[in-house]
């Protein structure tokens, strides 16, 4: 049993040696609060999140997978979704006449996207597709911490490097050009709980709230695992007792 | 027609009713149950062969669940599977109990393989009880590789590419068969449907051929640490209640593993560009297959010619159909077998390295590598194993199983690993 375990154990360290390969091999690591078994979001971080993606990422990127109603997850109440749903024009229909028509969003609606469809995202971005956020984290190695240093990577770059045209310098970027010219800068915007809008601020809210955008069952996922697991060890333990005492019948009766 | 069968024996009288008709709960019996006879020191290397039953039903189980909300086709099939998600009540349980489960399916599977390579559980006489289970395996792989494209990531598209692309080296009708097995040029909507049909139909396969595997291994019963055939009955014990209990044990301790996979580390084994939607306009920097594909890739990209290199990855899982006839040696357990004691543990170490080499660039020192490892494999079982049975001379065998564990006075019973085994 015990060798079962460790060879458990090799495997899982060659599992994570396997899938650790790319990229944030220079990255800032920061302790997320909603890592770790126990990990949940920060709310207030999730709500100055929404508000940097709404007023900086949003021009650009779409957020396709998250309707309003999943904001009460970040503490907002009915009230507060559907005042915050209004302010978005979504197109609908067609209607009786055949007719498309605008009308303010609802709760049940899905983030409305910057673009009507990908060319034409494209064609505003100089050919370059900002890419839907909603799976961000989950879809980049290093999730969290790439994305993180990535918001924060802009410098100036290095003499060594020639900067293209339509490209940016990143310092985590992989191959260091990105398309995304810098999107945030201190005080970019003014946050409703009155905290400092640095970079690194916006940076890391913006990144909690995509991570929770990423992975909205993320927190009652691990309330189960902790009780499922609880429940196993428990029932390998009671189960482990039975069968030391089934197998004691059987030395009797054959000593 | 001599006589009539016999009336059934059993306590509940709707239950004898039944039995004598049609005599399944006898069945039940006789495989899992007080009347199926087993060897008592099997140790815990024997409880992966039930572990696998049950991880192919929770498969199947979570597999019809995400069938009701999944849609097969390239416009929507990677939204229905965020849809599952995010919007299908427990959606997210399901799917990542069948994500993983594919994992440990293939990690049951794999320990049930290396116990059979170290007891010499495949020689005779159970030669078609390990071809079947090989013939299980390579279902198992098709299946998880079918299953792998229908999330329509970028790896589920670019996986499917370049594994179809294998069959396009065979002389005259590849092309053909490749346009065949995609349902046109390119992978698109119509392998989407046809890989879609197939998964759903596999799995009920392996079920089917598991059966065979059942019924070929209670003809002369399971293969014991020991290697040496049963002499009388005071080497078995019933299966019920024994190895129902010890099942149940390692059962629960195996779910409270996957439970740590499913519910805290779901996307650890997958990769994270198949949650980037299928895009045939842009390849990712490196395809890489799924972890348990792996060791093969490496052996596929070791060899520099395409045709020589599929002939080689397909090669090294047809050459375990011969197994039996390669090691001639009449001793099975690596018990009593010294060398080939210290060439399985290279050979498990072989497979650990190709596996790791197969999601590395083929570059460099990966290159070189992975080509040693690669002859290394076929060197085992073409070379090693074939003189091992002429140069090694193995240790003497034990009269029965209850023979050494009633000298040795050890306190405790059969159920343990044999002593002195590293």
Same mark, same amino acid.
């Given at each position: 049993?015990i060798?079962?375990?460790?060879?458990?154990?090799?495997?899982?360290?060659?599992?994570?040696?396997?899938?650790?390969?790319?990229?944030?091999e220079?990255?800032?690591?920061?302790?997320?609060?909603?890592?770790?078994?126990?990990?949940?979001?920060?709310?207030?971080s999730?709500?100055?999140?929404l508000?940097?993606?709404?007023?900086?990422?949003?021009?650009?990127h779409?957020?396709?997978?998250?309707?309003?109603?999943?904001?009460?997850?970040l503490?907002?109440?009915?009230?507060?979704?559907?005042?915050?749903?209004?302010n978005?024009t979504?197109?609908?229909g067609?209607?009786?006449d055949?007719?498309?028509?605008?009308?303010?969003?609802?709760?049940?609606d899905?983030?409305?996207?910057?673009?009507p469809?990908?060319?034409?995202?494209?064609?505003?971005?100089?050919?370059?597709?900002?890419?839907?956020?909603?799976?961000?984290?989950?879809a980049?190695?290093g999730?969290?911490?790439?994305?993180?240093?990535l918001?924060?990577?802009?410098?100036?770059?290095?003499?060594?490097?020639?900067?293209?045209?339509?490209?940016?310098?990143?310092?985590?970027?992989n191959?260091?050009?990105?398309?995304?010219?810098?999107?945030?800068?201190?005080?970019?915007v003014?946050y409703?709980?009155?905290?400092?809008?640095?970079?690194?601020?916006?940076a890391a809210?913006?990144?909690?709230f995509?991570?929770?955008?990423?992975?909205?069952?993320m927190?009652?996922?691990?309330?189960?695992g902790?009780?499922?697991?609880?429940?196993?060890?428990i029932?390998?333990?009671?189960?482990?007792?039975?069968k030391?005492?089934?197998?004691?019948?059987?030395?009797?009766?054959?000593? | 027609?001599?006589?009539?069968?016999?009336?059934?024996?059993f306590?509940?009288?709707?239950?004898?009713?039944?039995?004598?008709?049609?005599?399944?709960?006898?069945?039940m019996?006789e495989?899992?149950?007080?009347?199926?006879?087993?060897?008592?020191?099997l140790?815990?290397?024997?409880?992966?062969?039930?572990l696998a039953?049950?991880?192919?039903?929770?498969?199947?189980?979570t597999?019809i669940?995400?069938?009701?909300?999944?849609?097969?086709h390239?416009?929507?099939?990677?939204?229905?599977?965020?849809?599952?998600?995010?919007d299908?009540?427990?959606?997210w349980?399901?799917?990542y109990?069948?994500?993983n489960?594919?994992?440990?399916f293939?990690?049951?599977?794999?320990?049930?393989?290396?116990?059979?390579?170290?007891?010499?559980?495949?020689k005779?006489?159970r030669?078609?009880?390990?071809?079947l289970?090989?013939v299980?395996?390579?279902?198992m792989?098709?299946?998880?590789?079918?299953?792998?494209?229908?999330?329509?990531?970028?790896?589920?598209?670019?996986?499917?590419?370049?594994?179809?692309?294998?069959?396009?080296?065979?002389?005259?009708v590849?092309?053909?068969?490749?346009?065949?097995?995609?349902?046109?040029?390119?992978?698109?909507?119509?392998?989407?449907?046809?890989?879609?049909?197939?998964?759903y139909?596999l799995?009920?396969?392996i079920?089917?051929?598991?059966?065979?595997?059942?019924?070929?291994?209670?003809r002369?019963?399971?293969?014991?640490?020991?290697?040496?055939?049963?002499?009388?009955?005071k080497?078995m014990?019933?299966?019920?209640?024994?190895?129902?209990?010890k099942?149940?044990?390692?059962?629960?301790v195996?779910l409270?593993?996957?439970?740590?996979?499913?519910?805290?580390?779901?996307?650890?084994?997958?990769?994270?560009?198949?949650?980037?939607?299928?895009?045939?306009?842009?390849?990712?920097?490196?395809?890489?297959?799924?972890?348990?594909?792996?060791?093969?890739?490496?052996i596929?990209?070791?060899?520099?010619?395409?045709? !020589?290199? #599929?002939?080689?990855?397909?090669?090294? *899982?047809? /050459?375990?159909?011969? $197994? @039996?006839?390669?090691d001639?040696? %009449?001793?099975?357990?690596?018990?009593?077998?010294?060398?080939?004691?210290?060439?399985?543990w290279?050979?498990?170490?072989n497979?650990?390295?190709?596996?790791?080499?197969?999601?590395?660039?083929?570059?460099?020192?990966?290159?070189?590598l992975?080509?040693?490892?690669?002859?290394w494999?076929?060197?085992?079982? !073409?070379? #090693?194993?074939?003189?091992?049975?002429? *140069?090694? /001379?193995?240790?003497? $065998? @034990?009269?029965?199983?209850?023979? %050494?564990?009633?000298?040795?006075?050890?306190?405790?019973?059969?159920?343990?690993?044999?002593?002195?085994?590293k």
């Open positions: 049993m060798r079962t375990v460790f060879i458990l154990v090799v495997f899982l360290l060659f599992s994570f040696s396997v899938n650790a390969s790319d990229p944030l220079k990255g800032e690591h920061k302790s997320w609060g909603f890592l770790g078994p126990f990990g949940t979001y920060n709310k207030s999730l709500q100055r999140g508000q940097v993606y709404t007023e900086v990422c949003s021009s650009c779409s957020l396709k997978y998250i309707a309003y109603r999943n904001l009460s997850d503490g907002y109440n009915k009230e507060e979704i559907k005042a915050f749903s209004e978005f979504v197109t609908d067609p209607n009786d055949g007719e498309m028509f605008e009308r303010p969003g609802r709760p049940s899905h983030f409305v996207s910057p673009y469809n990908v060319n034409a995202a494209k064609a505003a971005n100089g050919g370059a597709y900002p890419p839907d956020l909603s799976l961000i984290t989950k980049r190695g999730g969290a911490d790439y994305l993180y240093s918001l924060i990577g802009y410098k100036e770059a290095p003499d060594s490097i020639k900067v293209l045209e339509g490209t940016y310098y990143n310092k985590y970027y191959g260091n050009l990105i398309a995304m010219p810098q999107p945030l800068y201190d005080d970019g003014v409703a709980d009155g905290t400092k809008a640095n970079i690194e601020q916006m809210d913006v990144t909690e995509l991570s929770w955008a990423a992975e909205p069952e927190e009652e996922r691990k309330r189960t902790i009780a499922a697991i609880a429940f196993l060890l029932m390998a333990v009671l189960s482990f007792m039975a030391q005492q089934i197998w004691a019948n059987l030395k009797k009766k054959q000593a | 027609m001599k006589n009539s069968p016999p009336e059934s024996q306590k509940n009288p709707i239950i004898n009713w039944i039995d004598t008709r049609l005599p399944i709960f006898t069945a019996n495989t899992v149950g007080t009347e199926h006879p087993t060897p008592k020191n140790n815990y290397w024997w409880n992966f062969g039930s039953g049950v991880v192919l039903v929770i498969m199947i189980i597999g669940a995400l069938a009701m909300n999944y849609t097969a390239v416009d929507h099939a990677f939204d229905s599977v965020e849809r599952i998600m995010r299908v009540n427990g959606g349980l399901i799917r109990i069948h994500m489960g594919a994992s440990f293939f990690i049951v599977v794999y320990i049930h393989m290396a116990r059979n390579l170290y007891y010499g559980s495949y005779a006489p030669e078609l009880l390990w071809i289970g090989v299980i395996y390579l279902l792989m098709a299946t998880a590789f079918l299953g792998y494209t229908l999330p329509w990531g970028q790896m589920s598209f670019w996986g499917a590419t370049v594994i179809t692309n294998f069959f396009s080296v065979i002389p005259f590849g092309e053909p068969i490749v346009s065949w097995l995609l349902g046109g040029y390119t992978v698109d909507n119509p392998t989407l449907n046809r890989f879609y049909a197939l998964h139909l799995p009920f396969v079920a089917g051929v598991i059966l065979l595997h059942i019924v070929a291994l209670h002369f019963g399971s293969n014991n640490p020991l290697g040496i055939d049963i002499k009388s009955d080497d014990i019933p299966f019920h209640p024994y190895y129902t209990i099942d149940f044990f390692g059962l629960s195996f409270a593993i996957f439970c740590v996979f499913v519910f805290f580390v779901p996307n650890i084994l997958g990769h994270p560009d198949n949650y980037v939607p299928a895009d045939p306009l842009s390849t990712p920097a490196h395809i890489v297959p799924e972890w348990y594909l792996s060791p093969f890739y490496a596929l990209r070791a060899v520099p010619d395409k045709l !020589l290199g #599929v002939l080689a990855m397909f090669g090294a *899982i047809g /050459i375990l159909f011969i $197994l @039996p006839w390669l001639r040696s %009449p001793v099975r357990s690596a018990h009593f077998r010294p060398m080939y004691k210290v060439f399985y290279l050979f498990i170490i497979m650990l390295a190709l596996g790791y080499l197969g999601v590395q660039n083929p570059e460099g020192i990966y290159l070189i992975g080509r040693t490892c690669t002859a494999y076929f060197i085992h079982f !073409l070379i #090693v194993i074939p003189l091992l049975n002429v *140069i090694e /001379i193995p240790k003497a $065998l @034990p009269k029965s199983i209850s023979d %050494p564990i009633f000298s040795s006075g050890s306190s405790e019973m059969g159920a343990t690993t044999p002593r002195g085994q």
